[in-house]
Nanobody, 120 residues
Framework: QVLLVESGGDLVQPGGSLRLSCTTS????????MNWYRQAPGKQRELVAA???????NYADSVKGRFTISRDNAKNTVYLQMNSLNSGDTAVYSC??????????????WGQGTQVTVSS
């Protein structure tokens, strides 16, 4: 019943831009922190950007100044605008919805991921 679906992944040239979208259903979207993660071949999954229900944002150092996360609570959707892309950004990007249920435990829902490839 809970569903997160990403879209917007593509093959782009270095220096190009791309906007990812993640639409959700089955959750009380406004109270969830929304995150974008990425995983490149042979590497661990890393947190790229986060936005709280109140609109506070955080970014990985590697994408600061280039990526922007935003949300539209009326559409139950989170976005990731990616500019000045380089080969290091090539990865599968996944959407995550997170809600704290205890001091040490979070409830997480995940999308299926969308491929971003930066190549000339």
């Amino acid at each position: 019943q809970v569903l997160l679906v990403e879209s917007g992944g593509d093959l782009v040239q270095p220096g190009g831009s791309l906007r990812l979208s993640c639409t959700t259903s089955g959750i009380n979207f406004p109270i969830y922190t929304m995150n974008w993660y990425r995983q490149a071949p042979g590497k661990q999954r890393e947190l790229v950007a986060a936005i709280t229900g109140g609109g506070t944002t955080n970014y990985a150092d590697s994408v600061k100044g280039r990526f922007t996360i935003s949300r539209d609570n009326a559409k139950n959707t989170v976005y990731l605008q990616m500019n000045s892309l380089n080969s290091g950004d090539t990865a599968v990007y996944s959407c995550n919805a997170q809600r704290r249920i205890s001091a040490a435990t979070n409830l997480n829902y995940w999308g299926q991921g969308t491929q971003v490839t930066v190549s000339s």
